[in-house]
């Protein structure tokens, strides 16, 4: 494992044709829109490139940081303070303690979206409930991530409709425990 | 995914303005076999025979007395999976209602479409809500995991206890931001000593660096404490 220091990204600024190929009523409101920064904390190259792709075809997003291990993620998440962190799961465990945890405390504002490859719910579940707001498989990165972008940039959660029983049931352990101890 | 298998694929439909139950109705007939409730006591008493698949519940009905009044009809019931509609839907409302145990809270003029996909996965044991319900859900699910993890600190790392004591000693100065240099001052020994033993501190903890390692003994010691 080599280590290697995120590097900021630049991105071309959408400055041309502005929501040209929106159509609509855009043009009525042009409020400038703060820039949502982001970091991609992702080992795999293939989908560091998907989301690369998707927040540079988006309009107010910018990459501000790439790490591609876990301790890199947090150096990074703490110099750079993003908006959001794309966070690949492998990474997650890379700690004792949840990765997550360590990033949202190193950074208050930064929101964390999990990207998944393979894994069970339980996992998926387990690394929501340590605070990610948001959860896109690998693979639908191109359909979903822009989506998933700006409801978390907009204080939402994105996650997929099926993971929602299994977070009542979590929930329902919850109070069922705490009743057992009163 | 919580067991909700039934045999039937009933679906009760409990409003009491005929209107909306005809509205309801329209997009599930074909589908579904179809029973209706106009008030409490005739909903009481389907629930209990019937025991239908899904529960289309009008949370305006008499009697229901908003999201709490939920349990007690799903006491009736227990498989059933409910279902709520309001006129006047709001995220906060849709959280309480899946802390009550519905599987479902939409808004009372759904297309009738819709409809019928929101009960199609229902029954199939998943639920339906608002997007807006998703960020609330998750702040409630972080604030009781970190409560509990207050109360019952987490299984420490255990890969700290694969070093030798020696190790673990200087893991902790690294932690603290010691150089090679101060730790060899420190500990009495030769620098390269101390080397030997950070490449097996690496090696055992599956780290690549002492940048890497200054962060897991933080994170470690935050945990232990």
């Known amino acids: 494992m080599k280590a290697r220091r995120a590097k900021p990204r630049t991105t071309k600024k959408p400055t041309k044709g502005r929501g040209r190929e929106r159509g609509g009523m855009e043009w009525v409101k042009k409020r400038p829109l703060p820039v949502v920064s982001i970091l991609i904390a992702d080992s795999e190259r293939a989908s560091r490139n998907a989301a690369t792709r998707?927040?540079?075809s988006?309009?107010?997003?910018?990459?501000?940081?790439?790490?591609?291990?876990?301790?890199?993620?947090v150096l990074a998440t703490a110099r750079?303070?993003?908006?959001?962190?794309l966070l690949d799961l492998q990474l997650s465990s890379e700690f004792g303690a949840s990765l997550i945890s360590v990033l949202r405390r190193r950074s208050a504002r930064s929101r964390v979206i999990l990207l998944v490859g393979r894994a069970s719910e339980d996992r998926i579940v387990e690394a929501l409930s340590h605070g990610a707001v948001g959860c896109v498989t690998k693979k639908e990165i191109p359909l979903f991530l822009s989506k998933a972008l700006e409801a978390v940039a907009s204080g939402e959660a994105w996650m997929s409709r099926k993971l929602v029983p299994k977070i009542v049931d979590r929930l329902a352990e919850f109070t069922a425990r705490a009743k057992k101890r009163k | 995914m919580s067991e909700r298998a039934r045999n039937s694929s009933v679906v009760l439909i409990a409003s009491p303005i005929a209107g909306v139950r005809g509205q309801w109705s329209q997009g599930l007939r074909e589908k579904f076999p179809l029973y209706e409730a106009?008030?409490?006591?005739?909903?009481?008493r389907n629930m209990s025979n019937l025991?239908?698949?899904?529960?289309?519940?009008?949370?305006?009905?008499?009697?229901?007395?908003g999201v709490e009044g939920v349990s007690s009809v799903q006491k009736l019931s227990p498989l059933t999976s409910i279902i709520l509609m309001t006129s006047t839907p709001n995220d906060r409302e849709g959280f309480s209602a899946l802390k009550a145990g519905a599987r479902g809270y939409c808004s009372m003029d759904m297309d009738p479409n819709l409809l019928r996909k929101a009960v199609s996965v229902v029954i199939?044991?998943?639920?339906?809500?608002?997007?807006?319900?998703?960020?609330?859900?998750?702040?409630?699910?972080?604030?009781?995991?970190?409560?509990?993890?207050k109360e019952f600190p987490p299984n420490l790392d255990t890969r700290l206890d694969r070093l030798t004591p020696?190790?673990?000693?200087?893991?902790?100065?690294?932690?603290?931001?010691?150089?090679?240099?101060?730790?060899?001052g420190r500990l009495n020994i030769t620098e390269a000593t101390v080397k030997a033993h950070l490449t097996a501190i690496f090696r055992k903890l599956g780290l690549s660096d002492r940048l890497g390692l200054a962060l897991f003994v933080t994170e470690y010691n935050r945990v232990a404490r």
């Open chain 1, 54 to 56: 998707v927040i540079q």
């Open chain 1, 58 to 73: 988006v309009r107010g997003m910018r990459i501000v940081g790439e790490a591609h291990t876990g301790h890199e993620a």
């Open chain 1, 80 to 85: 750079l303070k993003p908006r959001v962190v």
């Open chain 2, 38 to 44: 106009a008030e409490r006591s005739v909903l009481e």
């Open chain 2, 51 to 65: 025991k239908p698949a899904i529960l289309l519940l009008d949370l305006a009905l008499p009697g229901l007395g």
């Open chain 2, 124 to 149: 199939k044991g998943e639920i339906w809500v608002a997007r807006n319900v998703f960020a609330p859900l998750l702040e409630e699910l972080t604030a009781l995991t970190e409560r509990r993890h």
């Open chain 2, 166 to 184: 020696r190790e673990r000693e200087i893991a902790q100065l690294i932690g603290g931001g010691a150089s090679n240099k101060e730790i060899a």
